[in-house]
């Protein structure tokens, strides 16, 4: 009894998945109230017609009273968790009892990660993101929420199954030599041979790395890439396994997911038309909905966008070969850049096991100053809506005027290129006589729109850049099937007489035996570090065919659950500002610690936790990352300069264990698992 | 009134009851279907707003899952809501309340509406908008009138200072409640002391209610209430009304609610056996009495044994044995206060479902109304008077009448309750849950609340509507208790107010889950900075125990304070210790002042009565 649905503000449905039980639940409830005679309508329009109400009183709640829904609890335990992003709400709906609020809500954080690494910038738009998300076509629609729908199962899978999807960390493979090995083969060999080949059509790998199902054997960043972050990297891994999902024990191989393959995003063939500056492209607004979803369609009258620059063309599934198009999050020395394109090679190699390649595209530089700009018009918009004016609202860095003849420079290079451009040159002249010219308005709220706009345009121009194919007459911009083919045979080669062992070291990677003499009555841990992104825990896959030393069965299943369950349990009092945590629980002893320590290993005193609101985004570090962006910049105010790392144990003991041994054992794998030779005791 | 209200609003942002069935067509106004709001001096398009939009979503998410919803959150307030008929119960706290207390509070403040109205739905066809407003305002400020923040989180009953006291002026109040239940019509009793208890036999959830007619009664002179009789002004009695529940508990004699080793039926034990504990004496009962009870068979019982017949084997259901010939009387008795979950988990199940049960009250309801047409009175006893202060002109009619009310009685409770008496003597578990004993979802029975007041303490009597009449009772009653009532009044008086407990290197609370009171060391008082953590903390403890039910102790640190939490099935003790270095790098160690919290509350708690061994 599970849902997630994203709607629009005025109602439409933008996205929506459900398992079967809620959609027959929906089905039921939608034939209830249905006259006799009369077949089921199509499921979109139940839902859509059953969640409208709550979605119409959610915008009032915001228009009226400033406040929004955040959950509702029915008394037979139905949660539903509403978080609106922009103007896109998202509703997460549980009614059989297996996941809490928390649990929604990171679903809807990580649902709109997972949509941003897709649609990048885009999003920024809420408008250009209504129409990628629904798209007028209905079975390209269909197929791209049917693509979305098996990433967000494939990640509730993972966060159900997997511990380190569970504390959204990257778990590597624990064998230092080999790691070793591959590591320097994917620089030396093939890094280097990609990157020096001309099949490689103008991309550059960045970063190269190799899953065994979801641990990573080996990981290689280009000297010239920027660090991956944990957020992008086990969103890739979610991908990759949505891909070839390589779990043995998945009960049912997902043979649709070929399909999903498809990439990222609608496969379309943008269509230049002659006259895009042609105004009159309201038809198209007009053009009839196929089935008869309430619309309650509002259209900003401000925002003209080159409709056909919208249309889009069908295309047959494209070859394998064909990379998915990713936006990632970019560092450089002079900023931060979110959503920079990226073409992501998914090449299997044997079940289980995949090499990954992350591209850099040519035009990304396109990316870079869309998002300058952006971010300048953003930020004039706010200061703009807080009431300044003039001088006062174009001041900080860069300049108005440095953008302004930026801009224009930008606007001209595009014009040779097959980018339509000209809408966005229309409006940015408005925008400069309204801003600029003498006698004319100037700098106040009446700017706002044009400000909007102009952000319109610009995620316009980066869609047309990125999302969308290029048109047949283009050269294909990509690492040459031949070349992805020999990338892939010389792993292959390397790793051949490993393949078996990955297989299975990958399902028992460390394993609490080793534990068992110096810790007795320990039964499980987790390590995390949080600076690197990367977590140590012995393996409890527990399945039919595999057992762990917790055997099998209802055991095994309990102790899972406990994990789990302590998982969110110490989050919530980390969110309450509480960073050591023990538990009596039954015959176990739980225990919770959250430290940090410099770059060489002294530990720092405990400072203050930020204490967040109930519906802060969720602790973890996959849809946001609570570690980085709040915690260790929240502490690094009294560390400047220094590097500050954060670790994170838990443990479960026995109960019958004195405190006074637990917190010893915790201790001692407190301070060994992550010794300098980063090899835990084995 | 509104004066309190504001300066303890850090509690309650919100409470609206909206009647949905006033604003059914397309012309209704939403204003139309708000029967009481508050804070009262909202505005109305605000008003609307809010009622508008939670129930309407409530509705429409009720209907897509099939169950009324119980939480509702936004971001910077939560509410506890509750749907039942059309109408729509909201109450609203600030975001860091915890979400159980919320939906405590909410429950507790529909109980106590009921208790004192009677039903809801009636209670509007029968009294005006604005009388019932002030009482849901009553009911509302005397519910958030605890001292300290903690009381936000526990709901609990205000005790005198047991430490403090002469163990044998308890015994003396205890006493007396025995000696006034000699009277068959007492059912029960409490004796309060300046808007505290002193000794009380009834479950804490209904001294609690009792004791807001105590405390308004308290701050008003007596004689504004009741003229003089030949009681005085100090004695007077207000109807009300109690669920099936809480009436079968209060029948059960004393001795079984105490003796829940007793495993030989108890219907077989002598009559004359349970009165001789019920009053601590030898004192045979009087013959009239069973002669009595005979003669009152009531047909009227039956209404109240669909709802239970078919819900569980082991609910105690007093019609049980004696109208259900399917249900023979060897079915399994329960001890009282269930060791096992069983009987209280059937139970929960049978009321939680509310659909299949309703029309059969809708149906049954009837028999209520005669008897509520004399609800909202202050009676004033010997009828001379002119009515309670409060009830306007209802007051005064219902003093000519209050005879019809009796006999209405006879053939509808009274007779119900003493068959229960005897057919199915072990008692009920005690009304705890208030989430499933819904007040408007069982029959309430008129009953009637009597008030002896001597100065600074009160002796509150839950007694049979009959004893109104029976001036031969009612004298017993009066003058077997007045002299004990002043000495015990003198005594308490000298007792100093238990100056609050010195604030000495830590802090701690105490819960106990059966008698709800609350032991603590915190001052209290508005703005106790310093507390801050202690509370925070503890409130995130108890949502935590109350979520899981297997956790027994728990132990959690922030930057500034370590704060440990135990419980067990009886009890919750949370502790703090003040001072003492907590600086520390968070990495695990076992010399860690956090992890010998546990020893020193064992230590430290001792003196205040709190054993954690």
Redesign the interface.
């Known amino acids: 009894m599970k849902c997630l649905l994203i709607a629009s503000e005025s109602a439409e449905v933008l996205f929506h998945w459900t398992d079967p039980e809620y959609q027959q639940h929906i089905q039921e ?1 939608y034939g209830a109230s249905q006259e006799e005679g009369q077949g089921l309508p199509a499921f979109e329009d139940s839902i859509s017609t ?2 409208a ?2 979605i119409i ?1 959610c915008s ?2 915001v228009d ?2 400033g ?10 335990n ?1 949660i ?1 968790v509403l978080h609106q992003f922009d103007e896109c709400l998202y509703i997460a709906v549980n ?1 059989d009892g297996e996941e809490g609020e928390d649990d929604l809500r990171r679903k809807t954080y990580v649902m709109k990660k997972m949509i941003e690494v897709l649609f990048g910038m885009v999003t920024l738009s809420s408008y250009l993101l209504r129409r990628e998300l629904r798209p007028q076509d209905t079975d390209q629609r269909a197929r791209l929420w049917k693509h979305l729908q098996s990433l967000l199962e494939t990640y509730s899978h993972l966060r159900e199954n997997d511990q380190s999807f569970l504390v959204e960390a990257v778990e590597r493979l624990i064998h230092p030599t080999l790691c070793e090995q591959c590591i320097e083969f994917l620089e030396r060999r093939l890094v280097q041979q990609l990157n020096s080949s001309v099949e490689r059509a103008g991309e550059e790998v960045l970063h190269a790395f190799i899953l065994v199902h979801t641990k990573l054997l080996a990981f290689y960043s280009s000297r010239n890439a920027s660090t991956l972050s944990t957020s992008d990297l086990l969103t890739l891994i979610i991908m990759a396994q949505n891909m070839y999902p390589s779990d043995v024990d998945h009960d049912d191989p997902a043979p649709e997911d070929v399909e999903s393959t498809s990439g990222s995003g609608p496969e379309s063939f943008y269509t230049p038309e002659p006259s895009p500056t042609d105004r009159d492209s309201s038809s198209s607004e007009e053009k009839p909905v196929r089935g008869s979803t309430p619309v309650f369609e509002f259209v900003d009258p401000d925002i003209q966008m080159a409709e056909d620059s919208l249309q889009t063309l069908e295309v047959p599934p494209p070859d394998p070969s064909t990379p998915h198009r990713v936006f990632l999050e970019v560092s450089l020395k002079e900023g931060l850049y979110p959503m920079m394109p990226h073409s992501m090679y998914c090449l299997p190699l044997w079940p289980g096991i995949t090499l990954v390649l992350l591209t850099k595209v040519p035009t990304s530089a396109v990316a870079m100053s869309v998002y300058k700009f952006l971010e300048a018009f953003a930020k004039l918009e706010k200061r703009l809506s807080e009431g300044q004016e003039g001088s006062a609202a174009t001041r900080g860095q860069p300049t108005i005027h440095d953008v302004r003849s930026k801009l224009d420079k930008f606007i001209k290079a595009l014009g040779p290129s097959e980018i339509q451009s000209a809408q966005l040159q229309n409006v940015w002249t408005e925008f400069k006589n309204r801003a600029f010219a003498r006698g004319g308005p100037g700098f106040n709220r009446d700017l706002i729109p044009w400000c909007k706009n102009m952000k319109t345009q610009l995620c316009g121009i980066y869609r047309q850049c990125f999302l969308i194919e290029s048109g047949p007459t283009d050269i294909p911009r990509r690492l040459s099937p031949g070349l992805q083919e020999r990338a892939q045979t010389m792993v292959q080669e390397k790793l051949m007489d490993w393949k078996d062992f990955l297989l299975v070291k990958s399902k028992r990677n460390i394993t609490m035996v080793s534990y068992l003499e110096d810790f007795p009555g320990l039964i499980h841990f987790i390590c995390v570090d949080r600076s690197t992104g990367q977590m140590i825990a012995p393996s409890l896959s527990i399945t039919e065919r595999a057992t762990s030393e917790l055997g099998k069965g209802p055991v095994a299943q309990f102790i899972k659950r406990k994990v789990w369950d302590l998982v969110s ?1 110490t989050r ?2 980390l969110q ?11 015959d176990f002893y739980f ?1 919770y ?4 320590e410099n770059e060489t290993g002294f ?7 930020p204490v967040l ?3 802060s985004a969720p602790i973890g570090m996959l849809a946001w990352d609570y570690y980085s962006r709040k915690l260790l910049r929240y502490y690094s105010k009294n560390h400047q300069g220094e590097v500050v790392k954060c670790y994170e ?1 838990l443990t479960v003991h026995l109960g019958v264990i004195p ?2 041994i637990i ?2 054992h ?2 001692q ?3 060994k698992l992550w010794e300098p030779s980063r090899n835990p005791l084995l | 009134l509104k004066w309190i209200l504001r300066h303890t609003s850090s509690r309650c942002t919100y409470f609206f009851l909206y009647d949905g069935s006033k604003v059914k067509g397309e012309g209704d106004r939403t204003r139309e279907g708000i029967c009481y709001f508050y804070p009262e001096e909202t505005p109305l398009d605000r008003q609307e707003l809010l009622c508008g939009q939670l129930a309407g979503v409530g509705r429409c998410v009720s209907e897509l899952s099939f169950s009324p919803v119980r939480i509702l959150r936004l971001r910077r307030n939560k509410f506890a809501i509750r749907m039942k008929d059309d109408f729509f119960w909201a109450l609203g706290c600030s975001v860091e309340v915890p979400i159980v207390s919320v939906c405590e509070l909410l429950d507790q403040l529909i109980d106590l509406f009921c208790f004192y109205n009677g039903s809801v739905r009636q209670s509007y066809q029968l009294s005006s908008q604005e009388f019932l407003a002030a009482r849901w305002a009553r009911y509302l400020s005397h519910l958030q009138s605890g001292s300290s923040e903690l009381h936000h989180i526990f709901s609990c009953l205000r005790t005198i200072d047991s430490t403090n006291v002469d163990p044998l002026l308890l015994l003396k109040a205890a006493l007396i409640l025995q000696a006034c239940q000699r009277c068959p019509l007492v059912l029960a009793g409490c004796i309060l002391f300046r808007g505290r208890v002193v000794s009380t036999q009834m479950c804490p959830e209904l001294t609690m209610k009792v004791m807001v007619h105590e405390s308004e009664t308290y701050t008003k002179t007596p004689a504004a209430h009741c003229s003089s009789g030949p009681f005085g002004g100090a004695v007077s009695s207000v109807t009300v009304f109690l669920t099936l529940s809480e009436l079968q508990y209060l029948q059960s004699a004393p001795v079984n609610k105490h003796l829940s080793s007793e495993s030989t039926p108890q219907k077989e034990t002598p009559r004359r056996k349970t009165r001789l504990s019920r009053t601590l004496s030898d004192m045979p009962s009087t013959d009239s009495d069973p002669s009595d009870r005979g003669s009152l068979q009531s047909p009227q019982l039956e209404s109240f044994s669909p709802q239970l017949s078919d819900s569980s084997v082991f609910s105690p259901v007093p019609s049980h044995s004696a109208t259900d010939p399917l249900h023979p009387p060897t079915q399994p008795l329960q001890p009282p206060f269930s060791n096992g979950k069983h009987s209280s988990e059937a139970e929960d199940e049978a009321l939680e479902e509310p659909s299949y049960y309703h029309s059969f009250h809708s149906n049954g309801g009837d028999s209520q109304t005669d008897a509520s047409v004399f609800e909202e009175n202050c009676q004033v006893l010997n009828g001379g008077g002119d009515g309670g202060g409060d009830g306007g002109g209802d007051g005064g009619a219902a003093c000519g009448t209050v005879f019809d009310f009796r006999e209405a009685a006879n053939d509808e409770s009274h007779d119900g309750k003493e068959d229960g008496c005897r057919s199915a003597p072990e008692p009920p578990r005690p009304p705890h849950c208030g989430a499933f004993d819904d007040p408007e979802q069982s029959q309430l029975v008129p009953m009637t609340l009597y008030l002896h007041r001597v100065k600074g303490l009160v002796l509150a009597l839950l007694v049979e509507p009959l004893f109104l009449s029976d001036t031969a009772s009612m004298e017993e009653v009066y003058h077997s208790s007045l002299a004990s009532l002043n000495g015990l009044e003198a005594h308490l008086r000298t007792v100093a107010p238990g100056a609050p407990g010195a604030p000495g290197p830590y802090v701690f609370a105490h819960f106990d889950h059966i008698q709800s009171t609350l032991t603590t060391n915190l001052s209290g008082g508005p703005g106790g900075a310093p507390e801050r953590p202690f509370v925070r903390a503890t409130s995130l403890l108890h949502s935590h125990f109350c979520n899981t039910e297997t956790l027994q102790e728990a132990i959690i640190r922030s930057a500034g304070a370590a704060v440990y939490g135990t419980r067990s099935v009886a009890q919750e003790t949370y502790f703090q210790q003040h001072g003492g270095s907590f600086r520390n790098s968070g990495i695990p160690n076992h010399q860690d002042s956090a992890f010998s919290l546990p020893g020193k509350a064992r230590h430290r708690l001792l003196k205040h009565g709190v054993n954690l061994l």
């Open positions: 409830q059953l969640f109400p709550i009183s009032t709640m009226r009273l406040d929004s829904y955040t959950s509702f609890t029915t008394e037979n139905h539903y009614g349990t919530h009092y309450k500002g509480y960073s050591t945590v023990t538990l009596r629980d039954g225990c610690f959250l430290w940090f530990k720092l005193e405990a400072g203050d936790i609101p109930d519906d144990l405190t006074e917190l010893q915790c201790r794998l407190a301070s």
